[in-house]
Nanobody, 126 residues
Framework: QVQLVESGGGLVQAGGSLRLSCAASGRTISNYAMAWFRQAPGKEREFVAAVSWSGGSTYYADSVKGRFTISRDNAKNTVYLQMNSLKPEDTAEYYC???????????????????WGQGTQVTVSS
């Protein structure tokens, strides 16, 4: 199983930007599908973005489309989430997830992914 560690969270004003990182260890993630989910207090964990194992396809929740970008650097065994034009409703704990190798199922459910990080807090002030 792959181990995941998120970083890059913090406090930012509305309209600002943050870049989250997810560093993997234990095995290469070059053939793993990767995703970001988030969970706000009192709410269920929800899908944010995903990238296919090949890197050829990306997927986004409607609420973040056009503002967030997921990317991967296989040489660094790391996945990123660039978050721009942040809104107070983006405030949540953000989690990195992995599934593979050569995963080709859906990306939108927590049950799609078997490896999870511990999360990093993002707080957007108005």
């Amino acid at each position: 199983q792959v181990q995941l560690v998120e970083s890059g969270g913090g406090l930012v004003q509305a309209g600002g930007s943050l870049r989250l990182s997810c560093a993997a260890s234990g095995r290469t993630i070059s053939n793993y599908a990767m995703a970001w989910f988030r969970q706000a207090p009192g709410k269920e964990r929800e899908f944010v973005a995903a990238v296919s194992w090949s890197g050829g396809s990306t997927y986004y929740a409607d609420s973040v489309k056009g503002r967030f970008t997921i990317s991967r650097d296989n040489a660094k065994n790391t996945v990123y989430l660039q978050m721009n034009s942040l809104k107070p409703e983006d405030t949540a704990e953000y989690y990195c997830a992995a599934e593979g190798p050569y995963y080709s199922g859906t990306y939108y459910y927590t049950s799609d992914f078997g490896s999870w990080g511990q999360g990093t807090q993002v707080t957007v002030s108005s």
